[in-house]
């Protein structure tokens, strides 16, 4: 099987500065994933030529940001292309907060490093990740997010512990239980990082002691460090989840991703080294597997040739755009082109595509309560004999007429 990667909303390493510290706009970060076989791929590009003229998009090339009115009055597009695949294909979606991104790595550096974790439950340490992030993204202020985004790329011993002190001199100004949990594990962190110290300096091969500290950096071709690069992050979790979905065995499968500039050699590596000589209980979760026992070929294509990389980034488009949206409360789509952005991620939601790296409250409070009412009136409706596709038809006509 052919899994085709493509992406959406990226603007490099996450580095926020006071002139940009909405990430130019794009907030958020999709990594789209879809996997055909060959006869799929043959006809793909007949059916989606149709739907094309049916919608009266003049476009070749299939590019989610360069269809006019795609998120508006040919919304019903994106519906019709997932009905036809979805029976077929595995869509596996990632998107992620930016800012949440980077309140998780202060707390996987400054406020539990994993590196110093006691025995602890699996689900227990995950549940208290989720949130001492959320608290994090909540209050901590903008500037220490910039504070740690610039120490990410250029880190150094001086950085990380002006980091350590300046958090715990804000969290100190904080008066909840929560702020007062995360400042004891901030101190038993900077406690740790002490005994670090002298650990190097009694063992010349190990690395600085700050670097256990700051996020991995990676090197981009122009050897420049790169903080925090979402991608990477997204990409490592999609290869898992293909991990999980063929029960260790990724040998007959290609992964195709769109061309990079500036990011595939880093993307090989991950891919190259997910191999390791280990049978770690805590890299397996519910629908990702990261013990890799091997793994598939990949590649790089340019997707104004490749049919399957198209429709990879028609999703991650649509749904870079779409979780905001709802989010936010946004008010652009008219009541048929909000049903049908419902009636797609809700259908993405049922068959657990999407993997939601957003703050607790976003999805878990907004998105999943939305989605878990639009399933049930779909499952109403089937109680009652009612044809959805039927009307499934009918409305996606009626939309497209009343335009």
């Known amino acids: 099987m052919k899994f085709f990667i493509d992406e959406s909303g990226n603007t490099g390493d996450l580095i926020m500065t006071k002139d940009n510290f909405n990430f130019s706009s794009q907030e958020y970060f999709t990594l789209g994933c879809i996997g055909f076989i060959d006869e799929q791929l043959n006809e793909l590009n007949h059916f989606t030529n149709e739907l094309k003229r049916k919608y009266k998009i003049q476009n070749n090339e299939l590019k989610f940001g360069k269809i006019k009115h795609i998120f508006g009055k040919k919304i019903g597009f994106v519906l019709e292309l997932l009905k036809h695949i979805e029976e077929n294909s595995k869509i596996l979606i990632e998107?992620?907060?930016?800012?949440?991104?980077?309140?998780?790595?202060?707390?996987?550096?400054?406020?539990?490093?994993?590196?110093?974790?006691?025995?602890?439950?699996?689900?227990?340490k995950k549940q208290l990740h989720l949130l001492f992030s959320q608290w994090i993204y909540e209050f901590i202020p903008n500037d220490f997010f910039i504070s740690f985004s610039n120490i990410s790329r250029n880190p150094s011993k001086e950085g990380?512990?002006?980091?350590?002190?300046?958090?715990?001199?804000?969290?100190?100004?904080?008066?909840?239980d929560s702020a007062n949990s995360i400042l004891a594990n901030v101190e038993e962190s900077y406690d740790d990082y002490k005994i670090m110290q002298e650990k190097v300096k009694n063992n010349p091969?190990?690395?600085?002691?700050?670097?256990?500290?700051?996020?991995?950096?990676?090197?981009?071709?122009?050897?420049?460090?790169?903080?925090i690069l979402p991608h990477i992050g997204c990409f490592t979790n999609i290869h898992?989840?293909?991990?999980?979905?063929?029960?260790?065995?990724?040998?007959?499968?290609k992964i195709i991703h769109d061309n990079q500039d500036h990011f595939d050699e880093i993307i090989k590596q991950y891919h190259e080294s997910a191999i390791?000589?280990?049978?770690?209980?805590?890299?397996?979760?519910?629908?990702?597997?990261?013990?890799?026992?091997?793994?598939g070929n990949l590649e790089f294509q340019d997707d104004k040739?490749?049919?399957?990389?198209?429709v990879a980034d028609i999703f991650a488009g649509f749904v870079n755009k779409a979780i905001p949206y709802l989010i936010n409360h946004g008010t652009l789509l008219n009541k048929k082109e909000y049903s049908i952005l419902l009636q797609v991620l809700a259908r993405l939601y049922y068959q657990k595509s999407i993997n939601f790296v957003l703050p607790i409250k976003h999805h878990q409070e907004k998105l999943f309560p939305i989605f878990d009412s639009h399933l049930r009136w779909i499952m109403s409706m089937a109680i009652m004999g009612i044809d959805k596709d039927k009307i499934d038809s009918d409305f996606l006509d009626n939309n497209k007429s009343s335009k």
């Open 95 to 124: 998107i992620v907060d930016k800012k949440y991104i980077i309140a998780t790595n202060i707390v996987n550096c400054l406020v539990s490093p994993p590196y110093f974790q006691g025995q602890q439950d699996i689900h227990e």
């Open 205 to 227: 091969k190990m690395l600085e002691a700050f670097t256990y500290f700051l996020p991995l950096p990676d090197l981009n071709k122009r050897g420049e460090l790169i903080g």
């Open 276 to 295: 390791k000589d280990t049978n770690d209980k805590d890299r397996i979760f519910e629908m990702a597997n990261f013990n890799f026992k091997s793994i």
């Open 240 to 253: 898992a989840r293909l991990n999980h979905i063929f029960k260790d065995n990724l040998s007959s499968t």
């Open 305 to 310: 040739d490749t049919i399957g990389l198209q």
């Open 160 to 176: 990380l512990e002006n980091l350590f002190q300046a958090l715990m001199l804000i969290i100190k100004q904080m008066d909840d």
